[in-house]
């Protein structure tokens, strides 16, 4: 067993070089483990991409959960990383989206995680006086608008992004400049003059993942907790919306669906459906600082507490 001196160098040297979390590189893992919810197929994509891209654009159909994504992703990132080395900026075309949409998720996770620091009305979260996260809505064409964060691991949420100019996203790269930082963007792409089309496009630099509404569990018979499903988009709206658009199938254009009968009180359990295309280029490829193994002055760790 380890000696007290040595158990108290060790203690130092923890004080000096923080044990990394297990769960730096496992959001998903965080979500299940630390807040006991599900996250299924297609959010544990995305999560898994703002892991190892640095930019990462998600075009989905509505209600598949992006907004429960970006908040769990939001406090996953300040929960895994030391207090004053990590910052999460988020932004929404309003300010009533940026407050009532992701900071209302946000504000959720925090309460069942029971995280550290406090959330405030206006989408501040602050741990002690230290504030590690905010959500704003500047002016369009402010180019200053984020200017003044650093941190070593910052994160940047865009929701509702169609909806954001190109502007803001020159602003939200100026964020982006260190290897660590990561950036999202989510959106409905109904709107192809917006910037956020420009992104999905190839050679924009941008990781793009897609969810449509025949993705979701309730057309792949993916196995999820029954009281999952009605978060989700219902094949009833998909069918009520392909009526009104004269016969046209809404969302993203991806063919095959079928309906999965409900299941109380256990799992659907069918084959489950990944149609998710991916496009990148070197800007995107995982930082090694961001996995770095511990320095010199932990690696007497196992062998001093090896009994």
């Known amino acids: 067993m380890a000696s007290a001196h040595e158990l108290a160098l060790q203690t130092f040297a923890d004080l000096l070089d923080?044990?990394?979390?297990?769960?730096?590189?496992?959001?998903?893992?965080?979500?299940?483990?630390?807040?006991?919810?599900?996250?299924?197929?297609?959010?544990?994509?995305?999560?898994e991409s703002v892991v190892v891209n640095r930019y990462t654009a998600i075009k989905s159909a509505h209600d598949t959960g992006k907004s429960f994504t970006m908040?769990?992703?939001?406090?996953?990132?300040?929960?895994?990383?030391?207090?004053?080395?990590?910052?999460?900026?988020?932004?929404?075309?309003?300010?009533?989206?940026?407050?009532?949409?992701l900071w209302r998720e946000i504000g959720k996770a925090h309460r069942k995680g029971n995280l550290p620091g406090r959330i405030t009305l206006d989408a501040k979260w602050y741990m002690g006086q230290e504030l590690v996260a905010y959500g704003r809505k500047p002016a369009?064409?402010?180019?200053?608008?984020?200017?003044?964060?650093?941190?070593?691991y910052v994160l940047v949420l865009l929701d509702e992004a169609v909806g954001i100019p190109k502007s803001l996203f020159d602003a939200v790269d100026a964020l982006a400049t260190n290897v660590n930082a990561r950036v999202a963007a989510?959106?409905?792409?109904?709107?192809?003059?917006?910037?956020?089309?420009?992104?999905?496009?190839?050679?924009?630099?941008?990781?793009?993942?897609?969810?449509?509404?025949?993705?979701?569990?309730?057309?792949?018979?993916?196995?999820?907790p029954e009281e999952l499903l009605p978060l989700l988009v219902s094949p009833e709206w998909v069918e009520e919306r392909k009526i009104r658009g004269g016969g046209q199938q809404p969302d993203l254009p991806i063919q095959g669906s079928r309906r999965v009968p409900g299941h109380r009180g256990r799992l659907t359990d069918l084959a489950q459906v990944d149609r998710s295309r991916t496009e990148a280029d070197a800007r995107t490829h995982a930082p090694p600082d961001h996995r770095s193994r511990h320095r010199t002055l932990r690696r007497g760790r196992d062998r001093n507490h090896a009994p």
């Open 18 to 47: 923080p044990p990394e979390n297990p769960y730096v590189c496992d959001p998903v893992g965080w979500v299940r483990d630390r807040l006991g919810e599900f996250m299924w197929s297609k959010q544990r994509e995305i999560a």
């Open 71 to 101: 908040s769990r992703l939001a406090a996953w990132w300040l929960d895994v990383h030391p207090i004053g080395e990590a910052f999460v900026v988020t932004t929404a075309p309003t300010t009533a989206q940026v407050e009532a949409i």
């Open 140 to 152: 369009d064409y402010d180019q200053a608008a984020f200017q003044g964060i650093h941190a070593r």
């Open 186 to 224: 989510v959106a409905n792409p109904d709107d192809p003059s917006s910037h956020f089309t420009q992104v999905c496009k190839p050679g924009s630099g941008w990781v793009v993942k897609r969810i449509s509404a025949f993705d979701t569990p309730a057309y792949t018979g993916e196995k999820v």
